[in-house]
C-alpha cells in the first residue's frame, strides 16, 4: 500500500492520545480524574431530547436529508442571530448547518486553499484550522496569542508579504484554549484588516453562550461589515450540551457559504432530520437551560481558580469558554508537567503545546466535570509533589 504524503503530516488527533493514556490507567484498575477535554457533563436539557424521539418515529425522518439542512432549521438558526445578536440573516444564502463546525472548519480549506496557499492561524488554536489547511495542501502561519495582548491576534505584527499571500484568516472568541474574549472593537479591527489585503474571514464562536458574571460575549457578524469579508462557525454542542448529536451552522457572507455548501453536497449527505428537529426545538424553545448551566460552570471556575492559585499557578478567571488556561512553573516543558500530573496523581490536564507553540507554558483545565471531580482531582494537585521537586503545593484542599 503507498499511502499519500499528507497522512505522513497528520498526527493522531490529540484527544485521540489523551483518551488511549486515561483508558490504559482505568484499564489497571487506575481512578483518573480527567480536565482534559471539553465535552459536557451535564444531559441535553429533556425537552431537546423529547423532541427527537417524537421525529425519528416519523418515517419520512428515515430518509436522506438534504445537504443544506432542513428550511425550518435554517429559519431556526436565522431567527436565533436575530434574536441574541441582533443580525439579520437571509436562511436560505446566508446559513448553513453542519454536522458539527468541527466538520465545517476543516471543509471551508478546501473552498479557500490550494497547494502552496496560506492560512492566518491563532497559536494556540483549536488544532482543526492548521490541520484543515495542511489536508487542502496549504500551510499556516501562525499568529501568536500572548498573555500581554489578551490572548489577541496583533495584525500589525504579520510581515506585509505574508498578509498579501494569505487568503483566510481564522479567529476564535470566546477563544479556546485559552479562555480570552474579544469584543466589538477588535471584530471592526479584524473587518478593515481583512479588507486592507483581501482575506476571507472565518471566526470560530461555539463558546458564545457559555459565559459567566452576567458577561454576553458578541458576534463576528455584529462587527461593521462583517458579512462582506466572512462567516462565523457555531455550534449546538457546548449552548445545549449536544457534543454527542453533532449538529452546527455556518453563517454570513454569501459566497462563502455557497463555496462550502458545493464542497459539503459533495462529500456528505447532511444532518440526520430527527436530530434537526431535536436542533429546532434547542434553539426555539425554553432558554433557561443556559444560565443554569452557565452557574454550573461558574462555580467551578471559581473553585479551580482559586486552587490553581493557591498552590502557586497562575491563571486569569475567564468570562467566558469552558476553560481555564494556567501557567505553569519554569522548568517544565507542558507535556512533561502534564504527564507527571497524570502519573503521579491521576489528574488529566491537557498540555499547551498541543495547540500550539505559543501554548507551551501553559496546560488547559475544561470545567466539563462533575462537582465531586472537580473537587477530588484539585484535592489531589494540591497533595501533588512533581517528579522534578520543582513543584510545591502551598496549601491542602480537604
Ligand atoms: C473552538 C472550537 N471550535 C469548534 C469545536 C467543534 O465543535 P462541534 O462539536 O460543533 O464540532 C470545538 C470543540 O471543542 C472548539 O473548541
Same mark, same amino acid.
Given at each position: 500500500?503507498?499511502?499519500?504524503r499528507?497522512? /505522513?503530516n497528520?498526527?493522531?488527533? +490529540?484527544f485521540?492520545?489523551?483518551?488511549?493514556?486515561?483508558?490504559?490507567?482505568?484499564?489497571?484498575?487506575?481512578?483518573?480524574?480527567?480536565?482534559?477535554?471539553?465535552?459536557?457533563?451535564?444531559?441535553? %436539557?429533556?425537552?431537546?431530547?423529547?423532541?427527537?424521539?417524537? $421525529?425519528?418515529?416519523?418515517?419520512?425522518?428515515?430518509?436522506?436529508?438534504?445537504?443544506?439542512?432542513?428550511?425550518?432549521?435554517r429559519?431556526?438558526?436565522?431567527?436565533?442571530?436575530?434574536?441574541?445578536?441582533?443580525?439579520?440573516?437571509?436562511?436560505?444564502?446566508?446559513?448553513? %448547518?453542519?454536522?458539527?463546525?468541527?466538520?465545517?472548519?476543516?471543509?471551508?480549506?478546501?473552498c479557500?486553499?490550494?497547494?502552496?496557499?496560506?492560512?492566518?492561524?491563532?497559536?494556540?488554536?483549536?488544532p482543526?484550522?492548521?490541520?484543515?489547511?495542511?489536508?487542502?495542501?496549504?500551510?499556516?502561519y501562525?499568529?501568536?496569542?500572548?498573555?500581554e495582548?489578551?490572548?489577541?491576534? /496583533?495584525?500589525?505584527?504579520?510581515?506585509e508579504?505574508?498578509?498579501?499571500?494569505?487568503?483566510?484568516?481564522?479567529?476564535?472568541? %470566546?477563544?479556546?484554549?485559552?479562555? $480570552?474574549?474579544?469584543?466589538?472593537?477588535f471584530?471592526?479591527?479584524?473587518?478593515g484588516?481583512?479588507?486592507?489585503? /483581501?482575506?476571507?474571514?472565518?471566526?470560530?464562536?461555539?463558546?458564545?453562550?457559555?459565559?459567566?458574571?452576567g458577561?454576553?460575549?458578541?458576534?463576528?457578524?455584529?462587527?461593521?461589515?462583517?458579512? @462582506?469579508?466572512?462567516?462565523?462557525?457555531?455550534?449546538?454542542s457546548?449552548?445545549?450540551?449536544?457534543?454527542?448529536?453533532?449538529?452546527?451552522?455556518?453563517?454570513?457572507?454569501?459566497?462563502m457559504?455557497?463555496?462550502?455548501?458545493r464542497?459539503?453536497?459533495?462529500? /456528505?449527505?447532511?444532518?440526520?432530520?430527527?436530530?434537526?428537529?431535536?436542533?429546532?426545538? $434547542?434553539?426555539?424553545?425554553p432558554?433557561?437551560?443556559?444560565?443554569?448551566?452557565?452557574?454550573?460552570?461558574?462555580?467551578?471556575?471559581? +473553585?479551580?481558580i482559586?486552587?490553581?492559585?493557591?498552590?502557586?499557578?497562575?491563571?486569569?478567571?475567564?468570562?467566558?469558554?469552558?476553560?481555564?488556561?494556567?501557567?505553569?512553573?519554569?522548568?517544565?516543558?507542558?507535556?512533561?508537567?502534564?504527564?507527571?500530573?497524570? @502519573?503521579? $496523581?491521576?489528574?488529566?490536564?491537557?498540555?499547551?503545546?498541543?495547540?500550539?507553540?505559543?501554548?507551551?507554558?501553559?496546560?488547559?483545565?475544561?470545567?466539563?466535570?462533575?462537582?465531586?471531580?472537580?473537587?477530588?482531582?484539585?484535592?489531589?494537585?494540591?497533595?501533588?509533589?512533581d517528579?522534578k521537586?520543582?513543584?510545591?503545593?502551598?496549601?491542602?484542599?480537604?
Open positions: 500500500m503507498r499511502m499519500s499528507r497522512l /505522513d497528520l498526527a493522531p488527533y +490529540l485521540v492520545e489523551i483518551s488511549k493514556k486515561i483508558a490504559e490507567k482505568r484499564a489497571k484498575g487506575e481512578d483518573v480524574v480527567s480536565f482534559g477535554i471539553g465535552d459536557p457533563d451535564i444531559p441535553t %436539557p429533556s425537552h431537546i431530547i423529547d423532541r427527537l424521539c417524537q $421525529a425519528i418515529q416519523d418515517p419520512a425522518n428515515h430518509r436522506y436529508p438534504e445537504s443544506d439542512g432542513l428550511p425550518e432549521l429559519q431556526a438558526i436565522a431567527d436565533w442571530y436575530e434574536k441574541r445578536f441582533n443580525v439579520p440573516l437571509d436562511p436560505d444564502k446566508e446559513v448553513l %448547518p453542519l454536522i458539527g463546525a468541527k466538520e465545517g472548519i476543516a471543509h471551508i480549506a478546501l479557500f486553499i490550494d497547494p502552496g496557499d496560506t492560512a492566518l492561524v491563532p497559536d494556540p488554536g483549536y482543526v484550522y492548521s490541520i484543515g489547511t495542511m489536508l487542502a495542501g496549504g500551510k499556516s501562525f499568529l501568536p496569542l500572548n498573555e495582548n489578551d490572548f489577541l491576534p /496583533d495584525f500589525k505584527s504579520i510581515p508579504h505574508i498578509a498579501k499571500e494569505a487568503k483566510l484568516l481564522w479567529i476564535n472568541y %470566546p477563544n479556546n484554549p485559552t479562555g $480570552a474574549v474579544a469584543d466589538l472593537d471584530f471592526n479591527r479584524t473587518v484588516f481583512a479588507h486592507q489585503y /483581501d482575506l476571507a474571514v472565518c471566526h470560530d464562536g461555539p463558546y458564545t453562550e457559555v459565559a459567566f458574571d458577561y454576553q460575549p458578541v458576534s463576528f457578524m455584529q462587527a461593521d461589515g462583517a458579512k @462582506e469579508v466572512g462567516i462565523e462557525f457555531h455550534s449546538l457546548k449552548s445545549y450540551n449536544m457534543t454527542g448529536w453533532r449538529i452546527g451552522m455556518a453563517v454570513g457572507n454569501k459566497t457559504i455557497d463555496a462550502l455548501k464542497v459539503k453536497s459533495n462529500i /456528505d449527505s447532511g444532518i440526520p432530520q430527527a436530530i434537526q428537529y431535536a436542533a429546532i426545538e $434547542a434553539l426555539t424553545g432558554q433557561d437551560c443556559i444560565q443554569e448551566h452557565n452557574a454550573i460552570y461558574q462555580r467551578r471556575r471559581d +473553585l479551580v482559586d486552587m490553581l492559585n493557591n498552590i502557586g499557578l497562575k491563571a486569569r478567571p475567564p468570562k467566558a469558554s469552558l476553560y481555564i488556561w494556567a501557567k505553569i512553573p519554569d522548568g517544565y516543558t507542558s507535556v512533561d508537567f502534564a504527564t507527571d500530573l497524570l @502519573e503521579k $496523581a491521576g489528574v488529566v490536564v491537557t498540555p499547551g503545546v498541543g495547540y500550539g507553540r505559543s501554548g507551551e507554558n501553559y496546560v488547559r483545565l475544561s470545567l466539563t466535570i462533575p462537582d465531586a471531580g472537580v473537587v477530588k482531582g484539585l484535592s489531589r494537585l494540591a497533595g501533588w509533589r517528579s521537586n520543582r513543584f510545591k503545593a502551598k496549601s491542602n484542599l480537604t
